[in-house]
Structure formats: structure tokens, C-alpha cells
């Protein structure tokens, strides 16, 4: 089974709309970490946000939020206001602490396209 | 500087040849991954190094192999390419210790810090 799912491959947006990619995962540990890359075109795998299985409040970084709902195991990215920029591939990934490992496990990627 | 790098960032190859890839990080990280991206897979996990004397299996081993010639240092090889093995190939370091707490998921994190690729074509 998969510990990350990214249902949708691909999405599109209208520019200065706000727009959420969905990503649910799997995981039996209490300790547990999330987190969203950007892959542009040009490949560079780029860092957006961290959500920790013990924070009470949703992370955001800029435009950036994620909507972690722990009971449903979902960690949505939500782009607020998209920009052209804003095209890309987005990579959930999932870090667990069970057993001292912390290798992340990633999901296959949501294209999502910007529209003018 | 690029705090990771790989080179080549592009190679073209035979069937049958072997290839090195190679990964250098100024981070003074001490994790360091081997991924391979496809289309519509994901990254997916080859190898991974917690220090220079471990080297760990990742998800898809077969047909790889590595070395961590030093903490900076950390090479994936493929002995006889294939044309399967055609691929995005990603070099990622990150930090052994979360920064604050000790255990993940309390809001401190270690994001993974990725190299920009290497593109490989089997033909």
C-alpha cells in the first residue's frame, strides 16, 4: 500500500485564485512528519512547508498553508492568490519516527498549471 | 556555490556500460539519499547513507550499487545500464539531528536538500 496518495494528476488554476492539492497518507506512528516540495520545469526539487504530527496548528509559509486534518490523515497544499510562477510539480512527502529512520517516502506528484 | 552537487547533469549511455554518478554537499550533512524520479512514480528511494560507514537499501537497489567515499561524498553506480534504468537521478542530504525536540513531528524539522539532477538516458 501506498504511505502517500496524490489523487490528482494534475490540476489547473486561474492566475490569483487559490487552489488545493490533496495528499492523504499512511502511517501507524504518533510521531510523523509532512512536507511539500515544488518541482519546476527546470527540475530543482525546491522545499515549500513542514507540518509535524504533534502541531495544533496548520504551517504556512507565504502564499503556502497546509490543511493537515490528522483524524482523516490529509495534509493538503493550499496555494493562496496562484501565480504563473506557480507551475510546476508538487511532491507530498511523509517522514516517519518509528524506529529512528527518518527516511521520506514520496508521492507520485500533482502537475498543476497556472492559467492566465 | 551550490550546496549540492551531482555531475554529470546529463549523460547518455549504451546499454551495458557503467556509469557513475557522482554527489558532493558542502552542508556537512550527514544523511545523504540516492532517488530516482519517473514519470507518474514519483521520487523513488535507491540508497541512503546515515555516516560514511553505513550504506542502506532503499526501495529500488537492483541493478545500483553505492559509495560514501567521504561525509561530502556519496556516489551511485550502475554497473550494466539498461534502458529501464533511464531516469531523473536526484543526490538529497539532510541533518541527523531534528533541531529542536527529539523526536519528528514537533513542529522542528529537517527538510531534505536536493542536488539538481542528473538526467540519465540508456539507450
Known amino acids: 500500500a501506498q504511505k502517500i496518495t496524490q489523487t490528482q494528476p494534475g490540476m489547473f488554476v486561474q492566475e490569483k485564485e487559490a487552489v488545493t492539492l490533496d495528499c492523504t497518507y499512511d502511517?501507524?506512528?504518533?510521531?510523523?512528519?509532512l512536507f511539500w516540495y515544488k518541482q519546476p520545469s527546470s527540475g530543482e526539487m525546491i522545499f515549500l512547508i513542514y507540518q509535524g504530527s504533534y502541531d495544533e496548528q496548520n504551517a504556512t509559509e507565504g502564499r503556502y498553508s497546509l490543511n493537515f486534518q490528522k483524524a482523516r490523515k490529509s495534509a493538503n497544499l493550499v496555494i493562496s492568490a496562484s501565480q504563473l510562477g506557480d507551475s510546476a510539480m508538487y511532491f507530498c512527502?511523509?517522514?516517519?519516527?518509528?524506529?529512528?529512520?527518518?527516511?521520506?517516502?514520496f508521492g507520485r506528484g500533482t502537475s498543476l498549471i497556472v492559467h492566465p | 556555490d551550490a550546496d549540492v552537487t551531482q555531475t554529470p547533469r546529463n549523460r547518455i549511455t549504451k546499454t551495458g556500460k557503467r556509469i557513475m554518478l557522482e554527489c558532493s554537499q558542502t552542508?556537512?550533512?550527514?544523511?545523504m539519499y540516492w532517488y530516482r524520479q519517473d514519470p507518474g512514480l514519483g521520487l523513488r528511494l535507491i540508497y541512503y547513507s546515515f555516516d560514511v560507514k553505513d550504506i542502506n537499501k532503499g526501495e529500488i537497489s537492483d541493478g545500483y550499487s553505492v559509495s560514501r567515499q567521504a561525509q561530502a561524498k556519496f556516489s551511485l553506480s550502475l554497473e550494466s545500464a539498461i534502458p529501464n534504468q533511464t531516469a531523473l537521478y536526484f543526490c538529497?542530504?539532510?541533518?541527523?539531528?531534528?533541531?529542536?525536540?527529539?523526536?519528528?513531528?514537533?513542529?522542528?524539522?529537517?527538510?531534505?536538500?536536493f542536488g539538481p539532477g542528473t538526467r540519465l538516458t540508456v539507450l
Open positions: 512527502a511523509m517522514r516517519e519516527g518509528g524506529g529512528g529512520s527518518y527516511i521520506p517516502t
Open positions: 552542508k556537512g550533512h550527514d544523511r
Open positions: 538529497a542530504t539532510s541533518d541527523l539531528r531534528l533541531p529542536s525536540g527529539s523526536l519528528e513531528g514537533l513542529g522542528s524539522y529537517n527538510e531534505q536538500f
Open positions: 502511517t501507524s506512528d504518533q510521531s510523523y512528519g
